[in-house]
């Protein structure tokens, strides 16, 4: 006898029009959300995320700032603290920089400083990433930088459906969420569910089962390390990859897991190595019970410790690529080193 | 008489411990029961009591600083008295149950769980931590191995035993051994495979593992998928019963192994008899499940739902006969442990309407090998009424002062029964 299985085909949609619906279906449902930056407003964002949302909601929700990063994300987070719900868009995530003192010393602290009787739910929104040709100013992956700030919540989706699901459950969160998005990733298609769901913030995704190896990864890496993955299983290597999608809180129990099975890990991310993503979760793993698990030295690859260069080749190599993943997963498996 | 304050064993694996913090100094007046200190192992940190009166004289070992199990910390003295000189042990260091204050004259004397000379630092040599433990737990002297990493480094597939197949190899990552002083070079009397039941682990078997392996038995027990430390989940029985034909495999090239299986242990050591390429010398089991449909359904699903130690302390009442003293910090990890709900899914698959889905009536009927079963009469989860099911040719003992945990109620009976001929 047969069954007939029917798989309901899903709409899908680039990780820009993902994030687009998710911001227009919070501001539909809540009239306390609304959207900053430069440029979001008739111009639809210097990526194009924001798009016409201005013609649906007007210039009061989605409001066109002056360039200052250090005072629309002030107004943000004053907004925030009288019970708005800001969704903050900065152009490029190098210019975080500019902002660090609203979203450090004020927007991470203020819950804290005032017991609880305050919140800052503010949601900031930034591309990070190379391989646009950006050079050293518009091209680093500044993440770990908050991640090492208590208080403050960061996420990293690598897929147009957790951009969308982990975007509405930032907008939901009473506390501040950086959402560090990745330029080579705004094109790229996937499904993503029409209705507004939410992705839980601090949870791995596990992309691919394995057991001789784990790959850990964030953001564009997972793209590569799933891609790497693959090919290494041509190989006869089965890689297990898990896709952090938050960086603070981590999901480190997730990581534990997963070396318990295959003994080995591999930590791929692309900002610098050095004091990176990188190193928190193999000093996770070194801290843990899994340590007794370990069957090879743990592996980062991690972005050089260079200012991102403009000239292409050099671009490229200054930040894990599939080949690269490939390479040193194989080393690691076959030989115990890379 | 001055009475020695000295770091207790409280865990088999364990060889070094320290003081986590001092709760008394030297002058201090104590009495019987007063906290002395705390101490951490690498598992977990216990408060150790006084176990006479006197003044506390002679602290020396500082807070933080690892010393061996045995190492004398300080003295209780009489008024009046005299610290005395030497700083040894008077006796061999003895064994703390969590359960009750530690007193040197009741606690049982034991020899060190592991021969120093087995697991040595091992200066220069290279091993991962994985090979490393896999020696530990063994017994096997990596000086006697080469490495075929890189410089030599010893990795786990250089050690014995060790096979290539994954699913052993997992299995094994979460494997608990008793090794008495010495097991490298007795004579070993067999192998017994001891087996948990439904939201317990290996280490249930701690009391009757270490017993038995005294007698000379080589003594395994696995945690089981969902379960413990291990890395395999649970989505049902099948997922149980896989995970301890893996364990079985593991102990290759082992003949004759004997497996102990306790409540769901028992029934999945049903099916992996079936299973199992080797021959199994024979079977006992524990208040075993599939017998008969009865079973407290509640319990089940109240324990895979625990999520804190509150809620779990009233569950553990059930399981023995006798009132067993919980301190707050093992029920917390207990609580911690289950409340990652690792067992929802294969509570759902064990019980269903009510009732056992299990049934091990057929298969136990085929067994080659002796069977005998074992219940207690004060069981609340599983009626023993249910040995009724079973045929004339297996064995049944029935412990009248025992609940559902007869190995915890009645350990020298069972470890009697286990280690006799069968």
């Given at each position: 006898?047969?069954t ?10 680039t990780y ?19 959207t ?5 407003g008739?111009y639809?964002g ?7 949302l ?9 409001i066109?700032?002056?360039?200052s990063?250090?005072?629309m ?11 708005m719900?800001?969704?903050?868009e ?38 990070g990433?190379?391989?646009t ?9 500044l ?17 147009p ?8 459950a ?6 501040p ?30 992309r691919?089962?394995?057991r ?7 953001s ?34 997730a ?49 050089k410790d ?19 993943i490939?390479?040193?997963?194989r080393r ?7 | 008489?001055?009475?020695?304050v ?8 364990m ?19 007063d ?6 192992t ?22 933080g600083i ?11 003295l009489a ?32 020899t ?5 000379s087995?697991?040595?630092s ?8 994985l090979a ?34 994954s ?8 494997m ?25 682990q ?20 696995p ?14 029985f099948?997922?149980?019963?896989e995970?301890?034909?893996?364990a ?19 029934a ?15 079977l ?5 499940a599939?017998?008969?449909s ?12 625990v ?6 302390r ?17 029920l917390?990890a207990?609580a ?16 269903q ?21 074992l ?6 989860i ?7 099911a079973?045929?004339p ?8 002062k ?19 001929g069968?």
């Open positions: 006898m047969f007939l299985k029917v798989f309901p085909i899903m709409r899908e949609l820009a029009e993902a994030i687009r619906e998710a911001l227009s279906q919070a501001m539909e449902a809540d009239p306390t959300v609304f900053l930056g430069e440029d979001i008739v639809g210097a990526f194009g995320v924001t798009g016409d201005v013609h649906r909601f007007g210039t009061e929700r989605v066109d700032t002056p360039i990063e250090l005072g994300a002030g107004a943000a987070v004053g907004a925030a603290l009288t019970g719900k800001p969704v903050l900065l152009q490029f995530s190098d210019f975080v920089t500019l902002a660090t003192e609203q979203i450090v010393n004020q927007a991470a602290k203020i819950r804290f400083m005032f017991g609880g009787k305050a919140s800052v739910p503010l949601v900031i929104r930034m591309p990433g190379s391989g040709g950006a050079a050293a100013q518009h091209s680093q992956s993440e770990a930088w908050f991640g090492h700030i208590p208080g403050l919540k960061v996420v990293q989706p690598s897929t459906h957790d951009a969308k699901g982990l975007l509405l930032a907008i939901d969160d009473p506390n969420v950086l959402i560090f998005e990745h330029k080579l990733l705004y094109r790229m298609k996937g499904p993503v569910p029409e209705e507004a769901y939410r992705e839980p913030i601090g949870k791995a995704a596990i691919r089962e394995g001789d190896v784990t790959i850990v990864a964030t564009m890496m997972a793209i590569r390390s799933l891609a790497a993955a693959e090919r290494l299983a041509a190989e006869g290597i089965d890689a297990e990859v898990i896709d952090l999608r938050t960086i603070r809180p981590m999901d480190t129990e990581v534990l897991k997963s070396v318990r099975k295959t003994s080995r890990l591999m930590v791929v991310y692309e900002g610098v190595k050095t004091l990176g993503v990188g190193a928190e979760v193999s000093a996770a793993v070194a801290e843990s019970d899994a340590f007794d698990f370990l069957d090879a030295p743990i592996v980062r690859l991690g972005g260079v200012p991102l260069p403009y000239n292409p080749i050099l671009e490229k190599a200054a930040v894990p690529q599939e080949d690269e490939v390479n040193a997963a690691l498996v076959r030989e115990g080193r890379v | 008489m001055a009475v020695e000295i770091l207790p064993r409280v865990d088999m694996a060889d070094q411990g320290s003081v986590a913090r001092w709760a008394v100094k030297n002058g201090d007046t104590v009495k019987p029961g906290l002395l200190f705390e101490m951490s690498d598992k977990s940190v216990m408060e150790v009591e006084a176990t006479g009166a006197g003044v506390v004289a002679g602290i020396s070992i500082e807070e690892d010393v061996p199990v045995g190492t004398v910390l300080a003295w209780i008024p009046g008295e005299a610290e005395p000189q030497s700083k040894k042990p008077a006796k061999e260091p003895v064994s703390a149950s969590d359960t009750q204050t530690l007193s040197y004259s009741d606690a049982r004397t034991l060190p769980a592991h021969d120093s087995i697991v040595p091992h200066e220069g040599l290279r091993a991962t931590p490393r433990r896999f020696a530990r737990e063994r017994g096997i002297d990596l000086k006697s191995l080469s490495g075929s990493g890189p410089f030599g480094r010893i990795e786990a597939r250089d050690l014995p035993l060790v096979s290539n197949d699913n052993a190899l997992r299995a094994e990552t979460a608990r051994q008793w090794l008495p002083q010495g097991s490298l070079q007795r004579q070993s009397r067999g192998t017994i495979l001891l087996v948990h039941g439904f939201a317990s290996a280490a249930t078997w701690d009391g009757i593992g270490l017993a038995l392996a005294e007698q000379g038995f080589d003594v395994f027990a945690d089981l998928a969902g379960h413990g430390r291990s890395p395999l989940e649970a989505h049902d099948e997922s149980i019963v995970s301890l034909v893996g079985i495999q593991s102990l290759a090239p082992r003949q004759n192994i004997h497996l102990v299986g306790h409540s769901m242990g028992a999945a050591c049903v099916y992996a008899t079936q299973r199992s390429p080797k021959p199994i010398a024979r006992t089991l524990l208040a075993p599939g017998l008969g009865a079973i407290d359904d509640q319990f089940i699903a109240s324990i895979a739902a999520s804190d130690a509150t809620t779990l009233p569950l553990l009442d059930k399981l023995t006969s006798r009132h067993i003293d919980y301190k707050a910090k093992q917390e207990m911690a442990d289950l409340g990652r709900g690792r067992l929802k899914a294969l509570s759902q698959t064990l019980v309407n009510g009732r056992q889905a299990l049934d091990i009536c057929a298969m136990l009927s085929s067994m080659r090998c002796p069977v005998e079963v219940f207690g009469v004060e069981d609340q599983i009626p023993w009424t249910q040995i009724a079973l045929e040719a297996i064995a049944v003992h029935l412990f009248r025992a609940g559902h945990m007869i190995h915890v109620d009645e350990p020298l009976a069972v470890v009697k029964l286990l280690a006799s069968g």
